[in-house]
């Protein structure tokens, strides 16, 4: 079945260092998202992909760096830069609307939590 | 800008009661507008969309309809079951940036 996968589900960090969070999608979409999601609140989108070897910033990118070397990967790098790294990450990824016919829907991994040591 | 609002949690009903949860949104040119859902734990899966004014998106007894002349995406059940408790997201697709706005969500918690 096509899908996305996050791993790990759960992973933890310690004061400084990097973590990178990994999200891969089956699904042949040209488009990956990532979100963070802090309790009791919508989500706000770090970065996202819209074809392979380019990204851009969304709302809160501060703090976080993406690779998309390749069109089913795009994982996430949660740096010691990032002050408040605690959440609940999403990925998610759709066809571009721009090359679809109709509404393309994003679809979501089961995500990652994230806690500090 | 485009930007979607939705009515704030929690909300607690019994068991069949009917279910409203207001979503108006703001956008330039014409989205697409969706309804997810989300379990505890889990990630967001899609529970109905609309492409276009007048448009009624269904799923699972959800039902919402494309309102332009409002700018709204309201989701209601007539019934809603123990299982439906999650937290409910609108959001709205822009074909021209190919980005997502979503809502803040709304906690929806149904007692027997």
């Known amino acids: 079945d096509g899908g996305i996968t996050q791993s790990p589900k759960y992973l933890f960090r310690k004061e400084g260092q990097n973590v990178t969070l990994s999200c891969e999608q089956n699904?042949?979409?040209?488009?990956m998202y990532w979100y963070r999601q802090d309790p009791g609140q919508g989500l706000r989108l770090i970065y996202y992909?819209?074809?392979?070897?380019?990204?851009q910033k969304g709302d809160i990118a501060e703090g976080y760096s993406v690779s998309r070397e390749k069109k089913e990967s795009f994982p996430l790098t949660v740096t010691s830069a990032q002050k408040n790294p605690t959440a609940f990450y999403l990925c998610?990824?759709?066809?571009?609307?721009?090359?679809?016919?109709?509404?393309?829907?994003?679809?979501f991994g089961d995500g990652t939590r994230l806690s500090i040591l | 800008g485009n930007s979607v609002t939705q009515m704030e949690g929690p909300v607690t009903l019994s068991e069949e009661a009917f279910l409203t949860i207001n979503c108006t949104y703001t956008?330039?040119?014409?989205?697409?507008l969706f309804w997810y859902v989300q379990y505890p734990g889990e990630g967001l899966q899609l529970l109905l969309k609309?492409?276009?004014?007048?448009d009624k998106g269904s799923n699972k007894g959800f039902e919402a309809t494309y309102r332009k002349e409002t700018t709204s995406f309201h989701l209601e059940k007539g019934s809603v079951q123990v299982s439906d408790s999650a937290v409910y997201f609108c959001?709205?697709?822009?074909?021209?940036?190919?980005?997502?706005?979503f809502g803040t969500g709304t906690s929806l918690t149904v007692i027997p």
């Open positions: 998610a990824s759709s066809i571009d609307e721009r090359d679809a016919l109709g509404n393309q829907p994003q679809h």
């Open positions: 609309a492409t276009k004014a007048d």
């Open positions: 956008a330039t040119g014409y989205p697409s």
């Open positions: 959001a709205l697709s822009d074909r021209a940036g190919n980005q997502f706005y």
């Open positions: 992909s819209q074809i392979v070897n380019d990204f």
């Open positions: 699904l042949n979409h040209d488009a």
